[in-house]
C-alpha cells in the first residue's frame, strides 16, 4: 500500500467496512496514519462512486449522515444503511457505538 495514494488507502479500509457495520471519517484517517485527516477521507468518499466502495458505511464521528448529499439528492445512503440492518433517525444512527466497526481494532 505504500505507492498507492491516500484516496486509494481510504478506499481499501471501507472496503474492509463489514456489513451492517460503520465506521468514522476519523476512525479511518486515524488508522491510516493521518488523524488530522477526515475531511480527506470525506473528499475520497465523495470520489468514490466509480471505485465500488461501500461508501454509505462512512459516516461523522457521532454517526450523522453528512455525506448523504453524495447519494443524489435522495435518502439513498439511509435506505442502504437500513437494508444492513441498521436504524436511522433524523439523519443519524440510533445506537451508533453497537454498529461502529473501528478498523484499528481489526489487525
Do not use: C
Not at 505507492?3 to 486515524?30: M, Q
Not at 445512503?77 to 453497537?98: P, R, T, W
Amino acid at each position: 500500500m505504500e505507492d498507492e495514494n491516500f484516496f486509494d488507502k481510504v478506499y481499501a479500509v471501507a472496503r474492509e467496512i463489514p456489513y451492517g457495520k460503520v465506521t468514522s471519517y476519523g476512525a479511518i484517517a486515524k488508522y491510516l496514519g493521518a488523524a488530522r485527516s477526515a475531511r480527506m477521507v470525506g473528499w475520497a468518499m465523495n470520489n468514490s462512486s466509480a471505485k465500488e466502495v461501500p461508501a454509505h458505511r462512512v459516516v461523522n464521528r457521532v454517526g450523522v449522515l453528512t455525506g448523504k448529499h453524495h447519494f443524489g439528492g435522495t435518502n439513498l445512503m439511509q435506505q442502504l444503511l437500513e437494508n444492513e440492518g441498521i436504524k436511522v433517525k433524523d439523519n443519524q444512527i440510533v445506537d451508533f457505538q453497537k454498529h461502529f466497526w473501528d478498523p484499528g481494532k481489526e489487525l
